[in-house]
């Protein structure tokens, strides 16, 4: 069982920048992807980006471009970050970080919720224009 945790969100006018961490609770060797979803009311869970144990990424296109998923291995504690730059007001949500032990094979499958399973708490962003 591995916990995490999301740090980071809060207000932010239109243009700005925040940047968002989410912490494990223990080693994540087994982890292959770490990713960001959000996901704003009346609306799907979206995946925002996501990162696998070799450091490829991959990014949902309404962030292309803007985000930035990174992460640092300090301890075999793995944290992922979020660098969100140029945020636009759509981009308000609650923003989860996730985790997943299992490989799936299809290039998809990386912003499919149901492939994750260990979940953050969520932390809220909220864009003003």
């Known amino acids: 069982q591995v916990q995490l945790a999301e740090s980071g969100g809060g207000s932010v006018q239109a243009g700005g920048s925040l940047r968002l961490s989410c912490a494990a609770s223990?080693?994540?060797?087994?982890?292959?992807?770490l990713a960001w979803f959000r996901q704003s009311p009346g609306k799907e869970r979206e995946g925002v980006a996501a990162?696998?144990?070799?450091?490829?990424?991959?990014?949902g296109e309404a962030v292309k471009g803007r985000f930035i998923i990174s992460q640092d291995n300090a301890n075999a504690k793995r944290t992922l970050y979020l660098q969100m730059n140029s945020l636009k007001s759509e981009d308000s949500a609650v923003y989860y970080c996730a985790a997943r032990t299992t490989v799936w094979s299809a290039p998809s499958s990386w912003s499919k919720d149901f492939t994750y399973n260990y979940w953050g708490r969520g932390t809220q962003v909220t864009v003003s224009s």
């Open positions: 990162i696998d144990s070799d450091g490829r990424t991959q990014y």
């Open positions: 223990r080693s994540t060797y087994n982890i292959y992807y």
